[in-house]
């Protein structure tokens, strides 16, 4: 029997401005980025991962989920026609809210950022925490694929 051949991901990375593009830059680049989101996908996928600052965040965040403040991550899964087997969603990270969560956590930038793309990544693929069973299910899965990453369980 033939192996499955792992998911396929186009991958776009998007900041919000120039200068934290230039920030972020060592820490956050295409391969790391792909790495970890195909360590957390079932499927072929389309994904583009924004980061932004407070601002941003928080018009979307209130737009999109009625939510006054910026959050650490916001997943925009997408339907597509034709019943193409292919996933399609937008990650949109806060920087701002990254940098002070992993300060409060004593996790690295880099640590936190793994999580996060991962946890947005099962969200894009109808993962979620809605409900007790639900949140100990996807719990369980990201802490799966962290330990594939070599990083240390975030529930703990």
């Known amino acids: 029997m033939k192996a499955k051949a792992p998911p396929k991901l186009a991958l776009e990375i998007q900041f919000a401005t120039s200068a934290m593009a230039q920030k972020w830059q060592d820490l956050i680049t295409k391969r790391k980025v792909g790495n970890w989101i195909k360590k957390a996908l079932q499927e072929n996928a389309t994904i583009t991962v924004r980061f932004v600052g407070q601002a941003e965040s928080k018009k979307l965040n209130a737009n999109y989920r009625n939510k006054d403040y910026a959050t650490n991550i916001l997943t925009f899964p997408y339907e597509l026609q034709n019943g193409i087997d292919h996933l399609s ?13 992993a300060k409060q956590q004593n996790k690295t930038l880099e640590q936190h950022l793994i999580h996060l793309i991962v946890h947005g990544t099962l969200h894009a693929q109808g993962f979620d925490h809605e409900d007790e069973v639900e949140a100990e299910a996807m719990e369980q899965l990201e802490i799966s694929i962290l330990k594939k990453l070599k990083q240390a369980n975030p529930y703990i």
Do not use: F, H, S
Request: proline share 8%.
């Open 89 to 101: 969603a937008d990650l949109v990270i806060c920087l701002p809210v990254l940098e002070k969560e």
